[in-house]
């Protein structure tokens, strides 16, 4: 398994990770409000598809380091939501959700959970017609959010958000560099 997130052919990204189960335990990560606030956004629970839901991020909160917010990401600092369409929610093993954004453009974002004895694999994949500078952010987002849910379902502290972030950017886009060319 890659650490890393990879690029598949059709241009959808893709992240996959093995975490501590069980199987209902990491499909609470994602669907409980209270507990995706942990790694990702706060906001409504999910509990079936049709629904929308608030995504609410503070990133400041998801780790207990004092970072200064990047630049690039100010407007951020004093949180940002989203109103989140659920798509498919078949519990616990499949979410698909709409992610409208007025700023990036909208992505199709997909989680899927299986069991590997004790353990549960993540697949994440986010679909969408995306901008090469788009692509790079989202990566390393996802890269870092998902570190944050493991390590704290680990119970480990995570690294801080915005250094790990702008790091795995750099990463990314060396990563991705002959993908991110035929974008845009």
Request: aromatic residues 12%.
């Amino acid at each position: 398994m890659n650490k890393y997130g990879e690029m598949l052919e059709d241009g959808t990204l893709k992240f996959v990770r093995v975490l501590p189960g069980p199987i209902d335990r990491i499909w609470a990560w994602i669907t409980d409000g209270e507990k995706r606030a942990e790694w990702l956004a706060g906001g409504g629970d999910i509990t079936h598809a049709g629904q929308t839901v608030r995504f609410d991020f503070q990133h400041d909160r998801l780790t207990p380091h004092d970072e200064t917010y990047p630049d690039k990401y100010k407007e951020m600092a004093a949180g940002v939501s989203y109103d989140v369409e659920v798509r498919v929610c078949e519990a616990p093993y499949r979410l698909v959700l709409f992610w409208p954004s007025e700023k990036w453009r909208a992505s199709d974002i997909e989680f899927r959970l299986s069991e590997e004895g004790k353990d549960v694999k993540l697949q994440l994949f986010q679909r969408g017609d995306v901008k090469a500078e788009e692509l790079i952010g989202s990566s390393a987002g996802w890269h870092v959010h998902l570190g944050i849910m493991a390590a704290k379902l680990s119970g480990e502290a995570p690294a801080p958000f915005w250094s790990a972030h702008e790091a795995f950017c750099r990463e990314y886009a060396e990563r991705f560099k002959d993908e991110l060319a035929k974008l845009d």
